[in-house]
């Protein structure tokens, strides 16, 4: 039995049209992804093992381990809803000049400022040093976090052809649906994420090369978000509920399971910085926790959960900016003194105070810029000479 699309509705979260629960999501997944990086350093090294900043790191890097899927998700949904008409140089050139030149500038000064021009100056020759400023600034990133601007670049480079591609296939063949060719190639995709997970997991293929940097390996996000409407279509929004309860109870069953291995100092060994916590997406445990918690919140998107606005659908409206900006902030504010760091083993509250934090600091700075930019724009004063 088949159903009439399901629209995303638009909560009224500002006077701009934003929607709210959309901002919430991308406001608490930003909040996380800085989570996971600074709370993350407690868990990957043994000077903290077993102690109480330790089991904080590890609740928060590995709770909210489906920040970056949600976030290729939304970035494919939000291209997907966009009503705007350009043609193909305009849409490329919005997205190279909105996320790849920041992207550029924090990257030449995370590579000054980081430690990383250290390491290229010791590199043998010219061709291997450019060799490793492309593969950084245009595939890998510049580590320790920045491989995910690179990815979603990537992704809007085919976005276009991802998204008329149901429509393509539907020109070939009439007897099928561009809804049932979008569901189609969603579970492909999902097939080839499972598939390289899997291989990167069990060391066939090298996790950094084709696993956490790897457009491939992220386009079903990316394309279930791009069709999330006529995803939602084909079911009602009962068995949306119904899959949403089921999804959430998977979720639930995958982190108590990721919680007890990883707790269980039998199964990690004497040495916790040794186990595959950095394979964080390609773990089967964590894939399933991964996938189940989009689908619990993409079915809040088209069952119209309209929470009210707050901090986080605050954070949520400058999520570039704190990707960007945070770990500098997070080195430069707490990372790089070892009496901050010892506070945090004393009072591990202190860990998600600081990356609060740096997340509302980022966001105000960048707000009240916007202000002051558009005061100025709005306010001009010209000087009238008279003789």
Request: some cysteine; overall charge positive.
């Amino acid at each position: 039995m088949s159903h009439a699309p399901q629209t995303v509705p638009s909560a009224p979260a500002s006077a701009a049209g934003r929607n709210a629960y959309i901002d919430t999501l991308r406001g608490w997944s930003i909040f996380g992804v800085v989570c996971v990086h600074f709370a993350g350093s407690f868990v990957t090294t043994d000077a903290y093992a077993w102690s109480p900043s330790f089991y904080v790191g590890l609740i928060l890097n590995q709770g909210f381990s489906f920040a970056v899927p949600l976030f290729v998700f939304l970035s494919g949904l939000l291209a997907g809803l966009s009503k705007s008409q350009s043609t193909l140089g305009a849409y490329y050139r919005s997205r190279l000049w909105r996320i790849g030149f920041p992207y550029l500038l924090v990257s030449i000064l995370s590579f000054f400022f980081l430690n990383h021009y250290t390491t290229w100056q010791l590199l043998p020759d010219g061709g291997t040093r450019f060799s490793w400023l492309v593969q950084r600034f245009f595939y890998y990133g510049i580590e320790p976090t920045l491989y995910f601007i690179p990815l979603i670049l990537m992704l809007y480079l085919v976005q276009p052809v991802l998204k008329a591609l149901p429509r393509w296939l539907n020109r070939l063949a009439p007897g099928f649906s561009p809804a049932l060719f979008t569901a189609g190639l969603t579970l492909l995709l999902l097939a080839l994420h499972v598939t390289l997970g899997l291989l990167c997991y069990r060391g066939t293929l090298s996790y950094y090369d084709w696993g956490r940097p790897n457009p491939l390996f992220w386009m079903f996000y990316f394309f279930a978000g791009l069709h999330w409407p006529a995803l939602a279509g084909l079911v009602s929004p009962r068995t949306i509920k119904i899959t949403a309860g089921i999804a959430l109870a998977a979720a639930a069953a995958a982190a108590v399971w990721n919680g007890l291995h990883l707790t269980d100092r039998a199964v990690v060994g004497a040495s916790f910085q040794f186990n595959q916590l950095d394979f964080a997406y390609v773990r089967p445990e964590m894939m399933v926790y991964d996938l189940a918690m989009i689908v619990v919140l993409a079915a809040g998107i088209t069952l119209g959960w309209r929470p009210r606005s707050g901090v986080a659908s605050f954070l949520g409206r400058f999520t570039l900016e704190i990707y960007l900006w945070h770990i500098l902030v997070l080195y430069y504010g707490a990372w790089r003194y070892p009496e901050t760091l010892e506070w945090c083993r004393q009072l591990p509250e202190l860990i998600v105070i600081i990356c609060a934090t740096a997340c509302l600091v980022i966001a105000g700075v960048t707000e009240g810029l916007a202000r002051l930019q558009d005061y100025v724009r709005h306010h001009r004063v010209a000087v009238v000479r008279t003789d």
